[in-house]
């Protein structure tokens, strides 16, 4: 053992530094979790090693005189420590975004490094080849700089915090490559160099794992990779190559190896690139397979859409395609808004999901079109449209829908369907209809009608027509209701049954709405004034009572032929009731707002219950023709349902009118009932307005009979009658009398229910 001298001391105090850094390091991994602590506690590991490594190898160089030997020992050392730097460097969030790019970038940095191997060799030659304490840390240093180059070039951003770690690792590196070299070779200022640029490195990399911990952008794109830099070290070598033989020199095992390396490293470097093709090309099919999936596929309902049908029409054949479309569905949109009409359509998807068979497609069409494409014969198809008709008939939450179904089968499926579906449409709704041929035919008049009802009224050919509404028993016309009637030049006499559903479809029904307004207040007033009693009733559609500015359209015709407000009886049909209670009560009170008054046809037909009635502000009840016409029931009594209405609407305060009457034995069952109001085919179909003036006078003019008093003895068993209390002027009230009343067998003065008896009017 000799005296140290003053440049092995400088070395032993400028090593002691490299303690702290060790120690920032360790308290950095005790700091995080996850990959990010594995990270720092392995550039903790390293650190340690490299620095007790060069402290022992400084400490024992003044003991020993085998420096060779040491020297070596030291190199082994020093580059266990510095590969477990690297090691950590690549595990720094940033640096990769997975292990198998972590593995790119180590082969990225083995060319590199077996290129600047093979090029100082080729430059420094064959002096220090014998000593492997030069050329095991070389060997790391220049796999140091391969690192840090490729971490410079292909980090996550922001990599200069990754950049900075890689460079003090290489620091270390050089400085572990300039002590082992100076012990071996006996070079106090080498030693003196590493011991000064060890925990300078050290403390570079303490330093930059500070931040290493900040955001950074994950960017695992293929196609935003770089590869041209592997080039460089191939033309370095290729270069550096040439040069050697032609200046006469020989390449010797560790050029050789280093060839090797270079060479195997870009074998597996375009392994892995063509692994990560690969991948990348899998997930590019699964992709398309999803969004094509997706193209194909109702995102509101999860069933296919129109595309997704086509495709299964090409890949199926012999099967039928049904077709069907929510009745009303706009009506839901614009009362209730567009989520609950979302929902309702959902809830349609998922009803017909759940009524398929095996191998059916279910499709969204668009709006509130659906389609099902199944396997059969047209008979199991017309069983299963009247089965989801059942199905999608049932109430969603609050909201009634219908629907209408068409079938097909052969031929042009889309086209075949889409007809037998517009004919369930104009033959009422909520019905199914089996694709027929001259279904070709009335597609064709469909269009005609369309495109004539469009210059109907400008052209002419409306008229109105009425229908009388009498009192009961007398017969007598108390009011009427307003028909409309299409007469055209080359088709004839239009039905409204058929021009009725077009007007509606094509959205004339306001139009034409609007039209007969006018036009019934305008010959009511004329009536009015030449003294008859009588008031019209003006069918509402549905489009037009959910128009916002109505109530004021009908106050205004009203003011313009001074027209009182009662006199005019604006019918709205039961299936409008289905759609919103709550928005159809707002609509219905700011009509009556204005005076005029609402009835509620078809009553018996559609939806209504009796909590609905009860809300609902409406004057006059019509009990639909069929329960009028139903036959005799079990109970020996035909249409007993009559008696019931009429009893209902007595008590809740309404005025109770049976329509449809067409037989003597039917107007006798209203009459019983107690029914007040009558209308139908054995009081007159609807005639012009100088036809109904007539019956007006006529019935004025004849006396009224005098009917025969009931026999006293009446029967406890028969049915209610209704009476009319006048509670002051302007006020009645409507009350059931029963047989054993008094007043029951008294006769009733029923006259129009707006005479001026009735209405207090002066």
Known sequence: MHSPSGVELAGLASLLAAVPAVALLARSGRQHTGAARRAHQLLALGGAIAAAAALAGLLSALQTHNHRALGQAVAVATALGTLTLLTGTLMLPGAAEDRRAALRHLLDALIIAAALWFVGGIAVGTRVEACLAVLLPAGVTALAVGVTTILAMHAHRPRHITVRVAAGVTVVAVAATALSAGICLENKLLMLAGAVLLPAGLLLIAHAVKIADRPVTMTGDIIQRGSGYAFVPMAAMVIAGTYQAFTGGEVTVYGFAAACVEGFALVGRQYLALGDVRSHTLELRRREAHYRELAHTDPLTGLANRRGLFRALADKSGSTLITLDLDGFKNVNDMRGHDVGDAVLAEVGDRLRANLREGDVAARLGGDEFAVLMAGTPEEAMTVGKRLLAVLREPYGTVFLSASVGVAAGGELMRDADLALRYAKQRGKNRVESYEKRFDELLRRHSVLENELRHAIERDQLRLVFQPVVALPSVRPVGGEALLRWTHPELGAVPPAEFIPVAEESD???????????????????????????????????????????????????????????????????????????????????????????????????????????????????????????????????????????????????????EGIGTPGQRDVVEEAGCRLGQGSLFGWGVPAEHFEAQLTARQTVSRPVPKARAANVSPSAPARSQIVMLGPGMRQVRAVLPTDPAFSSDQDVRSVDAQREMGQS
Do not use: M
């Open 508 to 658: 004339l029904i306001c139009e034409l709405g609007a039209w007969v307004l006018d036009q019934a207040c305008r010959q009511l007033a004329q009536w009015l004034l030449a003294g008859h009693d009588v008031w019209v009733s003006v069918n509402l559609s549905p489009k037009e009572l959910h128009a916002p500015d109505y109530a004021c359209r009908v106050a205004e015709v009203l003011d313009r032929y001074g027209v009182p407000p009662q006199r005019i009886v604006l019918e709205v049909t039961e299936h409008a009731v289905a759609t919103d209670l709550d928005e159809l009560v707002r609509r219905l009170t700011e009509l009556r707002s204005t005076g005029v008054r609402i009835a509620l046809d078809d009553f018996g037909a559609g939806y209504s219950s009796l909590g609905q009635l009860r809300n609902l502000p409406v004057d006059i009840l019509k009990i639909d023709h069929a329960l009028v016409a139903e036959p005799e029931s079990r109970t020996g009594t035909a249409a007993p349902l009559v008696d019931v209405v009429v009893r209902l609407g007595h008590r809740l305060g309404l005025e109770v009118l049976a």
